[in-house]
């Protein structure tokens, strides 16, 4: 434990270096030059869309990795990049994320994913709040509570062809709601609060997320039954959002969700070093207009087997944002914490931090089945070796029924089975007449 704790106070001090002496640097002159980088980026449309908490990450490893998630999806965040991803999670997990967002909001999040062999299942529910106050004309505090957004979603993947070489095709659906909530207002000449004045302002989203992963090996130098290379598809906040509770001309449709269509990978290139990267086409489905893509891409590097650094880039409009963190596990719990310095629309830098805590509550057995698989396979393996070859099939039969998918075992049946044909047409060939 005192090791751990040592190797992240030496991390969080070199990641605060850079940063530890902000308020002496001219950070507009970096803004100015970071915007005419970038100035292609520029999008006239950018906000037109409502639900907008819908674009802020849970926090933690995806924001570390600069949000290039898509192609990766190894945790419970999936749930809010690649809804196919839950078929192909190691661990159940349950999860806690903070976000400290801008101008004083923040947003919660619960996750929870599990899986049963190639099904996988999850959900989540997250609440964005900012403070709002009113203020009379006399600039006299009329009224005070929060403008939330709240969104829930329910999840569930399979991953078809799954064996041992080929890692199967994950296909995902994950369907959500959402709800804005508009705090009451006050009356102007009485200063008295108008119930439920705030419910026409207030809207309810229902939409769906389709995912799409694809692992597979590629370049892998090193020994690993996971895939060093992982693609993934994702159609983001399909549906469609409804305003005008309690108001007599009934309800409405005139704002787009912010729909996304993302494409991503990661690439292991050694055990230790993972490369992530993202290119996101945000679309209004109101009036078919394609927005400026998004861009993002990641590093982790995995220096123990319960220490990370994670690093990532992220481009959203003429300015980029920079985020560093790093993760770590004990006794099951896996925490991160990430820190981002972010330039979008703004000419001073404003810096968020977001945590995550996952639980890590065990496969299901998965991996005593995967022992004992290899157990069994191991014993044909000394029984092909001792020209057993009958009794070798017998083995590797006993692993198909526990997985048929076990490429090893087929192989190994083939080559037995070979090698008995071989052996009787040997003794055919031997005999006198």
Same mark, same amino acid.
């Given at each position: ?211 799409? &992963?694809?692992?597979?090996?590629? =370049?892998? $130098?090193? +020994? %690993?039954?996971?895939?060093?290379? *992982? /693609?993934? #598809? ?100 896996? &925490?991160?914490?990430?820190?981002? =310095?972010? $330039?979008? +629309? %703004?000419?001073?830098?404003?810096? *968020? /931090?977001? #945590? ?78």
């Amino acid at each position: 434990m005192k090791r751990i704790l040592r190797l992240i106070s030496t991390f969080s001090f070199l990641i605060s270096l850079p940063f530890s002496r902000m308020e002496a640097i001219d950070y507009s002159s970096v803004t100015s030059a970071l915007s005419d980088i970038f100035h292609s980026q520029v999008d006239s449309n950018e906000g037109t869309t409502t639900f907008r908490s819908l674009l802020i990450p849970f926090g933690g490893r995806t924001e570390s990795l600069g949000c290039a998630y898509t192609g990766l999806c190894d945790d419970v965040s999936f749930l809010q990049f690649n809804p196919a991803a839950s078929s192909i999670q190691k661990e159940t997990q349950l999860s806690l994320f903070h976000n400290q967002w801008i101008a004083d909001s923040k947003m919660e999040t619960a996750a929870f994913t599990t899986r049963n062999k190639n099904l996988g299942i999850g959900a989540y529910i997250s609440c964005f709040y900012l403070p709002f106050t009113e203020y009379n004309l006399f600039g006299e505090r009329a009224a005070g509570s929060y403008y939330t957004e709240t969104t829930g979603g329910f999840n569930v993947s399979y991953n078809f062809l799954a064996g041992y070489n080929f890692k199967g095709i994950a296909l995902g659906a994950t369907i959500k709601g959402g709800w804005r909530g508009m705090p009451d207002y006050t009356d102007n000449n009485t200063n008295a609060i108008i119930a439920n004045s705030g419910l026409e302002q207030s809207g309810l989203a229902l939409m769906a997320d389709f995912g799409a &992963m694809l692992q597979f090996n590629f =370049l892998k $130098f090193y +020994s %690993s039954r996971d895939a060093n290379l *992982r /693609v993934g #598809l994702a159609l983001q906040n399909l549906g469609a959002a409804f305003t005008g509770f309690g108001s007599s001309s009934g309800l409405k449709m005139d704002d787009a969700l912010p729909t996304m269509i993302s494409s991503g990978l990661s690439f292991k290139i050694i055990k230790p070093l993972t490369i992530t990267m993202d290119f996101k086409i945000p679309l209004n489905l109101l009036n078919g207009r394609i927005y400026k893509p998004y861009e993002g891409v990641g590093l982790q590097i995995q220096f123990t087997s319960f220490l990370s650094f994670l690093a990532g880039f992220q481009i959203k409009g003429a300015n980029p944002a920079f985020s560093s963190g790093f993760e770590f596990e004990f006794y099951k719990v896996r &925490m991160n914490f990430n820190y981002t =310095l972010d $330039f979008t +629309s %703004s000419f001073n830098p404003f810096n *968020r /931090v977001s #945590l995550s805590a996952k639980l890590l509550l065990g496969d299901r057995g998965r991996g005593k089945i995967q022992d004992q698989i290899d157990e069994i396979y191991q014993e044909g393996l000394k029984l092909y070796a001792q020209g057993k070859w009958t009794q070798a099939i017998e083995k590797w039969q006993e692993v198909l029924k526990i997985d048929s998918r076990f490429d090893p075992a087929k192989l190994g049946i083939e080559t037995a089975t070979r090698q008995i044909e071989m052996y009787e047409k040997i003794k055919e060939s031997l005999k006198f007449e």
